[in-house]
Structures are given as structure tokens and as C-alpha cells.
């Protein structure tokens, strides 16, 4: 059974950074999608970027390019979000998730989920 574990959030100041882990658990990945995506209240599920486990092919939301970069530790087999210069707008509850095959951006498309990590932004 796959487990994804999101730590890392928190309450940051405008401009501030914080970097957001994933350790994920219960099978190999190789072939897989690792997707961060973000809900804030009221909102949608909405995606922020994702990496694909065997080659580190990276994507990104334009919202969040050139401020949010997503990596991956294959040995710890963790997926992390660093955010740069982060705004009240991406005040938001932080989940990762696995999908198999070609990368998505539509969140149905993702079968596994975490739990959750909230970021707050204050102004």
C-alpha cells in the first residue's frame, strides 16, 4: 500500500521560503509521476509542479516558476518543494501525489495522495 508523508509546512512572512518534503512508501516508483498540488479554501485542487521518478523530467505551474522547484531523492525516496518568495497567494494546503505514466496536470489523473501540509503567507 503506498503512503505519502508531506511535511514541512507552515506560517511564513511575504517573500519568505519554506521547503516542503514527501517521503513515499510501499513501492518502487521508477515509471511514476510525484505531482505537488495545492488547495486553497474554497478553490479547487490546483497543480504546482511535478517530477517523473526515473529521469527527473521537471513541470511547472506557471504561477509558481522561477520561485518553486521540485527535486527528488530517489535513495530516500522523498520529493521535495523548495518555495522562494512565497505571497499571501500561495496560502494553501500543500499535497503530494503518484501517478503512473505520462505527466498530468488534472489532479483525478493522480491515484495516491498525502495527507496534507498547510502553508500559510501573511502579508
Known amino acids: 500500500q503506498v503512503q505519502l508523508v508531506e511535511s514541512g509546512g507552515g506560517v511564513v512572512q511575504a517573500g519568505g521560503s519554506l521547503r516542503l518534503s514527501c517521503v513515499a512508501s510501499g513501492r518502487t516508483f521508477r515509471g511514476y509521476n510525484m505531482g505537488w498540488f495545492r488547495q486553497a479554501p474554497g478553490k479547487e485542487r490546483e497543480f504546482v509542479a511535478a517530477i517523473r521518478w526515473s529521469d527527473a523530467i521537471i513541470d511547472y505551474a506557471d504561477s509558481v516558476k522561477g520561485r518553486f522547484t521540485i527535486s527528488r531523492d530517489t535513495a530516500k525516496k522523498t520529493v521535495y518543494l523548495q518555495m522562494n518568495s512565497l505571497n499571501p497567494e500561495d496560502t494553501a494546503t500543500y499535497y503530494c501525489?503518484?501517478?503512473?505514466?505520462?505527466?498530468?496536470?488534472?489532479?483525478?489523473?493522480?491515484?495516491?495522495w498525502g495527507q496534507g501540509t498547510q502553508v500559510t503567507v501573511s502579508s
Open positions: 501525489a503518484t501517478r503512473w505514466g505520462a505527466p498530468s496536470y488534472s489532479a483525478a489523473a493522480y491515484q495516491d
